[in-house]
């Protein structure tokens, strides 16, 4: 049993499992937009194992890829798919049957999900092979993350709406904003290995400069979001709440270069589920 723990959290580890919560607020806010309310237990459960199994494979992907870039690098050489905890054979594994549940799922979920299941895994992936051969890997990045609230949609009504892809894009950015910051702490690294990352190649100065301008499209593309959703004053304040949130961690970078881990985990994490927080109470008092 304890061997089984063991390699449970070598599993969570390498996924970075409490991470999580990036993509799954944004998932339940366009369900609870697209269902005007509550949208059962059944599409919450198949929600959550759609989120954690896409999440999964696209990260144990990126970590099976990356094997030998990460023994190179100081900040990530006790990773477990570099200090022997895991094999690159139970990686693959791991992240194939996590891409087969996510398939699994999306047939349960309806026709258009299933129909939609390969290509955005297809999407997900790729960002391990970007950061190879374009600096243009942080958006890939953001676009993987971007794509939830479009499958949250799907998943209630079978569609795609316009505020649906509001809200997307504005994830988008969000991620790639904060993927820029958080990629500061390897400028030197990736420079060595020859990784083309907006730092490596632009500078740290450009990529703060990058990084605000990306989540100054993340304010503008969430609230057209709540625009065309016809929500009402309480998603205007989530709006409101997360300009303030991203201002506050680009506040804490420009500040002290140490506290990236801090903006990066602690300020996105708490804006989402603000955000979901607070368009629960828009659709409960609309």
């Known amino acids: 049993m304890n061997n089984i723990m063991k390699k449970l959290n070598d599993f969570s580890e390498l996924v970075m499992f409490k991470h999580s919560i990036f993509s799954l607020p944004f998932i339940f806010i366009a369900m609870v937009v697209a269902a005007n309310g509550w949208f059962g237990w059944r599409l919450f459960f198949l929600g959550i194992l759609a989120a954690v199994t896409a999440r ?44 087969a549940g996510f398939i699994i799922v999306a047939a349960f979920v309806n026709k258009l999900a299933l129909i939609l299941a390969i290509p955005i895994l297809l999407v997900i992936g790729s960002y391990s092979y970007f950061k190879r051969f374009s600096y ?10 971007g794509l939830a609230p479009i499958a949250g949609v ?6 795609i709406t316009l505020w649906s892809v509001c809200l997307s894009i504005g994830v988008m ?38 990084s605000k301008i990306a989540h100054s499209f993340t304010v503008l593309f969430w609230l057209l979001f709540v625009i065309n959703s016809n929500s009402g004053a309480f998603a205007y304040l989530a709006v409101i709440v997360s300009a303030v949130m991203l201002s506050y961690e680009h506040y804490l970078v420009n500040k002290d270069f140490r506290k990236i881990d ?25």
């Open 56 to 99: 999964n494979f696209a990260m144990a992907f990126n970590r099976y890829l990356d094997r030998d870039i990460d023994s190179l690098n100081p900040r990530t050489e006790n990773r477990p798919n570099v200090d022997g905890r895991l094999s690159a054979k139970s990686i693959l594994t791991f992240t194939l049957l996590n891409a």
């Open 136 to 145: 243009l890997a942080h958006l890939i990045l953001g676009v993987s993350l």
């Open 154 to 159: 799907v998943a209630v009504s079978e569609t």
């Open 173 to 210: 950015f969000w991620v790639a904003g904060f993927d820029l910051l958080y990629s500061l702490q390897d400028i030197d690294v990736d420079k060595k290995l020859g990784l083309h990352s907006v730092p490596s190649v632009f500078g740290a100065k450009n990529t703060m400069l990058f």
């Open 262 to 286: 801090k903006a990066f985990f602690t300020v996105n994490g708490y804006l989402g589920i603000i955000f979901f927080i607070l368009i629960i109470i828009d659709t409960i008092t609309k």
